[in-house]
């Protein structure tokens, strides 16, 4: 069974940073890509960045794409998300998933982690 749980949430001011680890456990890392999402009040959930761990190839959503960057930690089995910038937009519980990679669904989630920026 996989696991994953996140850490690194917290309450900001607007163009400060915050790094977001996920940390998973339980399955074979390099038969996976791992994502991170977002869920803001009132809204659909939405991905906002991707590692494939066995090429390394990332994905990053538009509107993140200048100011987070997604890395994989091989030797702590972690994907961590580092966030720069951050808008009071960004607000949201994120949450990171792993799917296969012959896969498009995300099967295995982790439990998620606040970020709260205010302006």
């Known amino acids: 069974q996989v696991q994953l749980v996140e850490s690194g949430g917290g309450l900001v001011q607007a163009g400060e940073s915050l790094k977001l680890s996920c940390a998973v456990s339980?399955?074979?890392?390099?038969?996976?890509?791992i994502g991170w999402f977002r869920q803001a009040p009132g809204k659909e959930r939405e991905i906002v960045a991707a590692?494939?761990?066995?090429?390394?190839?990332?994905y990053l959503e538009d509107s993140v794409k200048e100011r987070f960057a997604i890395s994989r930690d091989n030797a702590r089995n972690t994907v961590n998300l580092r966030m720069n910038s951050l808008k009071p937009d960004d607000t949201a519980v994120y949450s990171c998933a792993v799917k296969r990679r012959t896969t498009n669904q995300y099967l295995y989630w982790g439990q998620g982690t606040q970020v709260t920026v205010s302006s």
């Open positions: 590692v494939d761990w066995a090429s390394g190839s990332t």
């Open positions: 339980g399955g074979t890392l390099s038969l996976f890509v």
